[in-house]
């Protein structure tokens, strides 16, 4: 099973209305429905909070670093800039491992700096592992 499904499974259980989560996939379709070329990062999924059902969320899983020429920070502001022209809520990133975890928390606070904030509010960071285990997935 890969990391995307299971954390799927970990947020929403064997719901699988697209309203709750939608794929990938079924955002690729809806942009190539549109007969448009993608020109937005395409996230890994999005997901109604179930807090608040206004709100949507922009999920992105790293299992691995992105090294060199800045590739986590312009990944990472591709998708904090796709969610906010998309009206999301924001980005929850899940990460595989403490490395990773650091690599992201880092580069999250030099985008905060660079947008002349203090942090993010539009970006959650999460450890893949701990929310799986938690909801009893793994």
């Not at 549109?34 to 937005?40: I, S, V």
């Not at 990944?75 to 650091?102: C, I, K, N, P, Q």
């Not at 999250?108 to 959650?124: D, F, I, Q, T, Y």
């Amino acid at each position: 099973m890969t990391a995307i499904t299971e954390l799927r499974l970990a947020l929403t259980g064997l719901d699988t209305n697209p309203e709750v989560w939608t794929s990938e996939r079924l955002l690729r379709r809806r942009i190539k429905a549109t007969g448009t070329e993608p020109t937005d990062r395409i996230h890994d999924a999005w997901f109604r909070d179930f807090t608040d059902p206004d709100r949507v969320w922009a999920i992105e899983v790293e299992l691995s670093r992105k090294f060199g020429d800045g590739r986590l920070l312009r990944a990472m502001t591709a998708a904090l800039d796709t969610a906010e022209r998309h009206g999301l809520a924001g980005v929850l990133y899940f990460v595989r491992g403490a490395s990773l975890f650091r690599a992201v928390e880092d580069t999250a606070a030099r985008l905060a700096h660079k947008r002349g904030v203090e942090s993010l509010a539009n970006l959650e960071i999460h450890d893949l592992d701990t929310t799986l285990t938690r909801k009893g997935v793994i």
